[in-house]
């Protein structure tokens, strides 16, 4: 289990962009700035769940506050409105000082701007911004655009994705910003992460899956997001990936939840009635199982195979329990002699 935890450990800091500062810096012709922390431990997410206040204390111990933001963003401008600017590649020691500037948490003013919900000081960041700094991850591995979806700011998210921003980086969950929306039902985010995104730049994003195993659409089917799953397929999500932990795909989820608007959806956007989880069940399996006698009849009207078998040697019928409406859609008419049905004929 340790080297589990270690080897988690080290793709985190493999798909974390470090800080990003130092990259940056390197490129800034300045006097030895000061290093930002290193100290990357994992508290409680300034997001844990919503409708919940949202937690900051590096806002707290920084001496920067929401109040100074608009002055600092001011003062220190990229001046390409000025004539002086426009003939120098060069950054003014406070340009420099406000895109260094981090927090004890790993936050940029870019961060702190969004988690305060200052849209517009939040949009004039992101132009002074190069992108390298748009793709710096705090101490939670979260991006400004990961906090942008959490919040559901379409407006700084639209922003992030024309000045470049990445959508592959992965926070302490190891989700992608587009995890979070799908996460959070937050449709317009989801809309704007995949509108003008080409299909071979996307599909490693709905491929990534989570340190639960599990991709968008995943997350989607289990939080009852049928405007995201529809999105998510159409824009070429695979309707039958399996997630990493037992091979369940969206369908056996939504079976599971009992959510017959998800299982109707999928079914129609291609979904296979027939995909067996590691262990060989079924969706009917699952249905049968819980007893779901409705999503049961779905799947077998679906053309859903009632004879197969799960890794316990279980049709789905093994598991009907004596439910007289599950074993209404098992009528023997499958048994054949000599290519013909034996129901009806008296013996």
């Known amino acids: ?86 003939q120098s590649d060069e950054l003014s020691e406070q340009e420099e000082n406000l895109l260094t500037t981090i927090t004890e948490e790993g936050d940029t003013i870019l961060h702190l701007a969004i988690i305060h919900e200052d849209i517009l000081i939040a949009k004039e960041l992101i132009q002074i911004f190069p992108k390298e700094v748009l793709d710096i991850q705090n101490n939670l591995y979260q991006s400004p655009l990961h906090l942008a979806t959490y919040l559901n700011l379409p407006d700084v998210m639209r922003s992030l ?43 490693p994003v ?20 049928h405007q995201i799953l529809m999105l998510l397929i159409k824009k070429g999500a695979d309707v039958n990936i399996q997630e990493g932990t037992s091979g369940k795909t969206a369908l056996h989820l939504a079976v599971e939840l009992h959510d017959m608007g998800s299982v109707k959806l999928l079914i129609g956007m291609g979904a296979n009635v027939d995909a067996a989880m590691f262990n060989g069940c079924t969706p009917l399996h699952l249905a049968v199982g819980r007893q779901d006698a409705d999503i049961a009849n779905l799947l077998c009207q679906s053309g859903a195979d009632k004879m ?33 049905s034996v129901v009806g004929v008296k013996f």
């Open 308 to 340: 197969l078998r799960n890794m316990e040697d279980e049709t789905a019928l093994d598991l009907a329990d004596g439910n007289d409406d599950i074993l209404a859609l098992f009528p023997f008419d499958d048994i054949q002699i000599s290519g013909r």
């Open 161 to 203: 994705l024309e000045k470049g921003a990445s959508l592959d980086l992965q926070d302490q969950d190891g989700n992608t910003a587009l995890h979070v929306a799908c996460q959070h039902g937050q449709t317009e985010c989801a809309t704007e992460m995949t509108r003008d995104v080409s299909p071979s730049k996307l599909a």
């Open 206 to 225: 709905l491929e990534t899956q989570n340190w639960r195993g599990l991709t968008c659409l995943h997350l989607a089917a289990l939080n009852r997001q």
């Open 1 to 86: 289990m340790a080297s589990d935890d270690c080897s988690k450990a080290d793709l985190m800091e493999d798909n974390r962009t470090d800080s990003g500062i130092e990259s940056f810096r390197s490129l800034l012709k300045s006097e030895e700035p000061r290093e930002p922390g290193t100290d990357f431990s994992l508290g409680k997410d300034k997001f844990s769940s919503v409708g919940e206040e949202r937690l900051d204390s590096a806002y707290g111990s920084s001496s920067i506050t929401v109040e100074s933001l608009p002055e600092m963003v001011s003062e220190c401008r990229l001046s390409s409105t000025s004539e002086e600017s426009t």
